[in-house]
């Protein structure tokens, strides 16, 4: 008899671990469309479609009372117009860039995807920004003489906690 109670606590915390996962994609999700793209995001983040320089920002609630910094999804537009970058020119620049913001910045990642025919580039990685060490994932498209750039922002130490949710923002961002 004493053999089946580590057996049923297994099992307790593995079906606990499954009604979570289901809990968590039953989640609500909002999307913010614009004249040219979507994204989704969960209910309880925070959209914002007024800061300089961002067309926005998709904020996270804060982890405990005292969190100083919230995980973020934010999306820049830079006007290529008349320039003839590619992506592979604008990816190189991006990441001399990284390098000189950063300096002790390293790139895990650096690759050339492809979805729904259109090639973008994801590049992960880390630096310390504000006494913050962060993690960075960033996808970049050259589309129609514009440079869209999608990031996520997090606290390293909290990556693996934000991660399949970041990964769902990023890969629900669609052109229209």
């Known amino acids: 008899m004493s053999r089946l109670k580590p057996l049923a606590y297994i099992l307790i915390l593995y079906f606990s671990a ?8 039953q989640e609500p999700w909002k999307t913010h469309e614009r004249t040219g793209y979507t994204i989704d995001y969960p209910a309880d983040w925070t959209l914002n479609t007024s800061v300089p320089g961002a067309s926005f920002i998709i904020t996270s609630p804060p982890d405990q009372p005292d969190d100083d910094f919230s995980e973020n999804v934010n999306l820049i537009v830079e006007d290529l117009s008349g320039k003839n970058v590619t992506l592979e020119r604008y990816t190189y620049v991006t ?11 390293k790139i895990i990642s650096n690759q050339t995807l492809k979805r729904k025919k259109l090639s973008f580039q994801k590049i992960v990685y880390t630096g310390t920004q504000e006494d913050f060490y962060m993690k960075y994932v960033q996808y970049y498209w050259i589309v129609d003489e514009h440079a869209f750039i999608l990031t996520f922002i997090c606290e390293d130490e909290k990556f693996e906690h934000y991660q399949a949710t970041a990964e769902r923002i990023l890969d629900s961002f669609t052109f229209h």
């Open 95 to 105: 990441v001399v860039q990284i390098g000189a913001m950063l300096p002790d910045s």
């Open 18 to 25: 499954i009604a979570a996962q289901h809990a968590y994609a």
